[in-house]
């Protein structure tokens, strides 16, 4: 954690481009009282936004969820807080719910490749063979390419090796997540962010946060 504080220093004494955005990382690992003075020592530095790092490598969700709140209310409040790393849905939700703006992961696409897909109903396996003669596309108010089709179809598709089965379902997934952080946004607005996390754990069939599961 000393390290990234004197690199984060180092980092902005390096600039010489005033057209990148420099964000500093928080680090600590699932200690909050050193995730608390990192973000308090870098908050001090004039950092275009900041990250969470060191998260989502495989502690509990609620361990990430603890460290998360415990840290937002010690970074800026009008810069981005960048959770790096997360996550499922439920994550992006629970922590925009604890501050955080902003996520990267690999999920919707690695998933998407390996057949799985991410709905309003939970996750659902491409590959399953309940699916096989289903002539209903995966989810039918979702906008994207894949959805144009039949889940038979695009379970044809994993079936017979065609590279267009990944191409499909990366597609959905992506257009999946943003749809869940453009709602987010919206329900923020209208002080709604609540409910909607609610209607939408329900429909992804989890009760409370520590059954949040993978699939
Ligand atoms: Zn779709």
Redesign the pocket.
């Known amino acids: 954690m000393e390290r990234s504080i004197r690199w984060a220093g180092r980092c902005l004494n390096a600039a010489t481009r005033d057209d990148q955005a420099r964000f500093a990382i928080v680090q600590g690992g699932l200690d909050t009282e050193l995730r608390i003075q990192c973000a308090t020592e870098l908050s001090s530095m004039n950092f275009e936004g900041f990250a969470v790092g060191g998260l989502s490598v495989g502690e509990a969700p609620s361990e990430m969820y603890r460290i998360t709140e415990a840290t937002c209310p010690h970074l800026p409040e009008h810069k981005p807080r960048y959770l790096m790393g997360v996550g499922r849905p439920i994550d992006l939700l629970e922590s925009v719910d604890r501050g955080i703006d902003l996520f990267d992961c690999v999920m919707p696409t690695r998933n998407g490749r390996n057949a799985m897909a991410f709905t309003d109903r939970g996750n659902v396996k491409i590959r399953n063979a309940k699916y096989r003669e289903e002539t209903r596309p995966?989810?039918e108010h979702?906008p994207?390419l894949?959805?144009r089709h039949s889940l038979g179809y695009l379970r044809h598709l994993f079936v017979a090796k065609e590279m267009l089965g990944p191409i499909l379902l990366t597609i959905?997934n992506l257009?999946?997540y943003q749809r869940v952080m453009a709602e987010a946004r919206q329900a923020i607005e209208s002080d709604t962010f609540a409910q909607y996390v609610s209607d939408k754990k329900a429909g992804w069939g989890i009760v409370d946060e520590s059954d949040a599961n993978v699939g």
Request: with cysteine; proline share 0%; net charge negative.
């Open positions: 995966l989810d979702c994207c894949a959805c959905h257009t999946y």
